[in-house]
């Protein structure tokens, strides 16, 4: 019996075992993101793996809530344990659904494409520095508050300024126009 030419049963690996290598791409401890780095995060990774901008706000989010857009918001939420253990892990993987459905409108949430798109996103975070905390701002001094007795004085100063330059401008208007009136009047012209 020969068979070389029967048909071949394709093995399809399971959804752990695909995302088996997703999953090792990541380093050992991993440092939880602050939610500014986690905007800027999901920000560059929306614009860099689906080429555009998203056109709407971003917006820090809590408790059991994921990171995804609703209704023209994009709500990140850097501390969803429910989703991978939360953190960057989570973030890669939502990010990754979402572009993959925005790429494929058609393929499943979990196929092939998206365990590879996925570790192309880690590759990014990982290989962008992102984890040694790139994308933190420096803090910037905190401004002194101002005395609001200091500032309501101020604005009763300039105020008194303004209206007094008012007042000269009125008396001298008064006066240009009470002479304007005498020289009409000794020329002869009557208010009829």
Known sequence: MDLTNQPQETVVPSHKTRYKGVNGAWPENLPVPTGAEAIAGVRLLYRKFLGRPFRGPFKLTSGRRHTWPRRGVYYVNPNDVR?????????????????????????????????????QIIEHIVTSGWLDGKLRRASRPAKPKPDPKQVRFARATANLQRWESKQRRATTAIKKLKRQIAGYQRRGVVVS
């Open 83 to 119: 989703d991978h253990g939360g953190g960057w892990r989570a973030i890669a993987h939502a990010v990754g659904h979402l572009v993959y459905a925005r790429m494929f409108p058609r393929a499943r949430g979990h196929g092939p494409g998206h365990a590879h798109l996925e570790k």
